[in-house]
């Protein structure tokens, strides 16, 4: 039992789950972003922007694989330093207590405060405009975030740390940022972001599905499953459609429509029928399944990890 507290996975992950991103501290994601902007501004102009995107992804991606893997090398004859910076590096990949912190914070002003300070705060976790949003399209799109986000911020990042250790991890975490900064289909970034828009799609491919079934196993929905395979394919994302549609299924409501990002109206597929009110029950109860699914792909990973 003292071993497994000497894991740095989980030591991260209750790190995470207790005190989320710590926002007056450095944070390697925004560091990721200073790189990417920089980046974007000397090469995003010009000809041939789609090989200077892809070109500039390469390069990052493999900086963070090769600067954790041979740091880490480095220290590895000091056991404790080598544990607190695996440990810290790990709660640094995760995102889940913040992920569900941002959605109750969205809920307490649209509760407390009214629409307009519920979209305010919604604006802050979300691409699509919510200036004309109503109460049931705000919850709506905090119920989205928070299954397409849990693949994101927590089962793909856990995956890819099962599979290659934190320099893994931290290097999908790059490729999740520069999709999330320059992976969209304006004219600015059709093709200078079409690398890392294409290579966060194959890396999510797998921790999507994940996702969807972890939610279904956690909640024992029949339901859940059911939207899957029926809404799952549907999404313009060949991904978000996953856990969107478990969770949608999960708590019987629907998600999609139609929606504005970046000043261009996107008719998102709907997943599923029941166009009922979704409550605030329906936000708290899809932030415990969240954990959940947290805590269960965590045990999983250590579990795998003592037989190999």
């Known amino acids: 039992m003292s071993e497994l507290f000497k894991n740095p996975l989980l030591i991260g992950f209750l790190l995470d789950t207790l005190i989320g991103d710590p926002y007056k501290l450095p944070h390697p994601i925004r560091w990721f972003g200073n790189f990417i902007a920089f980046g974007e501004r000397r090469f995003n102009n010009g000809s041939n922007r789609k090989l200077k995107g892809a ?43 913040t992920l569900i912190a941002e959605a109750l914070k969205v809920e307490r002003k649209l509760s407390n405060e009214g629409l307009e300070a ?26 989205e975030t928070l299954a397409e986000n849990l693949s994101d911020g927590v089962v793909a990042p856990l995956f890819f740390y099962a599979l290659g250790g934190i320099p893994l991890m931290f290097a999908y975490k790059m490729v999740n940022t520069l999709d999330s900064m320059i992976g969209y289909k304006s004219d600015r970034y059709k093709d200078f972001g079409w690398f890392a ?56 409501v629907r998600f999609g429509g139609p929606n504005v990002y970046h000043g261009q109206l996107v008719a998102k597929p709907y997943i ?37």
């Open 118 to 143: 519920g979209r305010k705060q919604l604006s802050f976790i979300v691409g699509r405009d919510t200036s004309s949003l109503n109460e049931n399209q705000i919850r709506t799109a905090v119920l």
């Open 197 to 252: 828009a294409r290579t966060d799609d194959w890396a999510n491919l797998i921790p999507a599905r994940l996702t969807a079934l972890l939610l279904v196993l956690v909640t024992f929905s029949f339901r859940g499953a059911k939207f899957v395979f029926k809404y799952g394919r549907k999404h313009a994302s060949p991904n978000s459609g996953y856990p969107e549609s478990a969770l949608a299924g999960i708590l019987n």
């Open 55 to 97: 070109l500039m992804a390469v390069v990052l991606i493999f900086s963070v694989w090769a600067t954790l893997f041979f740091g880490l090398k480095l220290i590895e004859p000091f056991e404790t330093a080598t544990l607190i910076v695996s440990s810290i590096l790990v709660f640094y990949g995760l995102a889940n207590h």
């Open 272 to 308: 599923g029928t029941n166009a009922r009110n979704i409550l605030k029950q329906d936000l708290y109860k899809a932030c415990i399944i969240n954990g959940l699914v947290a805590i269960v792909a965590v045990v999983a990973i250590l579990a795998l990890s003592s037989f190999f």
